[in-house]
T-cell receptor, first 111, second 116 residues
Framework: KQEVTQIPAALSVPEGENLVLNCSFTDSAIYNLQWFRQDPGKGLTSLLL?????REQTSGRLNASLDKSSGRSTLYIAASQPGDSATYLC??????????FGAGTTVTVRA | DTAVSQTPKYLVTQMGNDKSIKCEQNLGHDTMYWYKQDSKKFLKIMFSYNNKELIINETVPNRFSPKSPDKAHLNLHINSLELGDSAVYFCASSQDMSPGFNTEAFFGQGTRLTVV
C-alpha cells in the first residue's frame, strides 16, 4: 500500500525566503507525481505534474524535482510572498490509477 | 468559468437523512473521481468513473452510491447519513486514466458535509 509523507507539517518563513517542501513515498512504482495547493475552504489547485520518466518540472517561481528510485520529491518556491501561504499537498498516482495524498505542509509567509 | 464545480459547498443535515452532492466538469474530460478528506486532512479516493463506467470503488459503505448520467457529471448520493460521514468531499476530473494520456487531476472546491 502506498504511503505518502510530507515534512515538515508546517513552515513559517519571512517574505523573500526560499521554501523547500519535501515529499516521500514508499512504493516507487508510480505513474506520476503531482503537487497541489489548497487554500482554506477552497479546492485543490494543481501546481505541477511530473511524469515518472521526468526528473523535474518548472513553472514560474516553482520547481519540483522527482527521484523515483529513492521515493522522493521536493517542491521549491523561490522568493516567497505572503500570497504563497497555503497548504501544499503532494500526491502520487499508482499504476492502478489512484492518487495517494500526503497530509500536506502548511506554509505561512510573514510580510 | 469554473472547470470542476460542486454543489452545495456546505451541507448540514441530520443523521439518517439521504443527501446528494453534485459535480460537473466542463473540461471535456473522460474521467471523474470522488475523494474524501477526513479531519486529519488526508485525501482518500472513493470512486472513479471513466466514460460513465465505474473503474475504482474503494472500501466505501454501500450507503455511498455514485451516479454518472454523462461524462460531464458524477454525483454522489449518500443514504442514511451517519456522524462519521462528516468530512469534506472533493470531486475531480482528468482527461483520461490510461498510461500515455494526460492524467493531471483538477479538483472542485469541495463540499463540507456536517452530520448532526
Amino acid at each position: 500500500k502506498q504511503e505518502v509523507t510530507q515534512i515538515p507539517a508546517a513552515l513559517s518563513v519571512p517574505e523573500g525566503e526560499n521554501l523547500v517542501l519535501n515529499c516521500s513515498f514508499t512504493d516507487s512504482a508510480i505513474y506520476n507525481l503531482q503537487w497541489f495547493r489548497q487554500d482554506p475552504g477552497k479546492g485543490l489547485t494543481s501546481l505541477l505534474l511530473i511524469q515518472s520518466s521526468q526528473r523535474e518540472q518548472t513553472s514560474g517561481r516553482l520547481n519540483a524535482s522527482l527521484d523515483k528510485s529513492s521515493g522522493r520529491s521536493t517542491l521549491y518556491i523561490a522568493a516567497s510572498q505572503p500570497g504563497d501561504s497555503a497548504t501544499y499537498l503532494c500526491a502520487v498516482e499508482d499504476a492502478d490509477y489512484k492518487l495517494s495524498f500526503g497530509a500536506g505542509t502548511t506554509v505561512t509567509v510573514r510580510a | 468559468d469554473t472547470a470542476v464545480s460542486q454543489t452545495p459547498k456546505y451541507l448540514v443535515t441530520q443523521m439518517g437523512n439521504d443527501k446528494s452532492i453534485k459535480c460537473e466538469q466542463n473540461l471535456g474530460h473522460d474521467t471523474m473521481y470522488w475523494y474524501k478528506q477526513d479531519s486529519k486532512k488526508f485525501l482518500k479516493i472513493m470512486f472513479s468513473y471513466n466514460n460513465k463506467e465505474l473503474i475504482i470503488n474503494e472500501t466505501v459503505p454501500n450507503r455511498f452510491s455514485p451516479k454518472s448520467p454523462d461524462k460531464a457529471h458524477l454525483n454522489l448520493h449518500i443514504n442514511s447519513l451517519e456522524l462519521g460521514d462528516s468530512a469534506v468531499y472533493f470531486c475531480a476530473s482528468s482527461q483520461d486514466m490510461s498510461p500515455g494520456f494526460n492524467t493531471e487531476a483538477f479538483f472542485g472546491q469541495g463540499t463540507r458535509l456536517t452530520v448532526v
